[in-house]
């Protein structure tokens, strides 16, 4: 989505203070830099959303604003990309990562036949928790960068391909 588009669709700081549920979250929601959108806040944004994606932890939105309020990158932005990891795809990307997490330990595959219990979890989960959380964080990390490194790429295409236009109209005035 190009920059003006998401400059239109983010509030502006005056329209953030007119929202009433924000001021639960005390001062720090307004700071400038959580709603700045530029490249280093916009890949950084990326990194962190799929990171915390990967991370089958409870409260993943709250550890995607912590995250994006310590790096200075955009909230909505890394906030919204945690939803990757929604009950439809849950279950590929968490097998994914413990594919991944399985090969990198060398433990065999197992086949895991899903039942939903408490005994199937405790059983089961106790067998495989080890490579299935180092392919979380793997994934996570691999995913995150690559995302960090598409976003960097595809804004500095942008900004260099407007610059050759800019040179262009400039060379034809004259």
Known sequence: MP???LRQITPSPAKLREIKSLKVLGEWIYE????HINRYSASMAFFVGLFVAFMPLPGQMIIAAALAYQLRCNLPLSIGLVWITNPATMP???FLSYKVGAMIIGVPMQDLAFELSFAWL???LSDVWQ???LGCVICGLFFGSLGYFIIT????YRVSRQWRQRQ???RQQQ
């Open 131 to 133: 490579p299935f959380l």
């Open 32 to 35: 400038p830099s959580l709603w």
């Open 122 to 124: 405790s059983q089961e």
């Open 168 to 170: 262009r109209r400039r």
């Open 3 to 5: 920059k003006k588009t």
């Open 153 to 156: 790429m595809a804004w500095r």
């Open 92 to 94: 590929a990307i968490y």
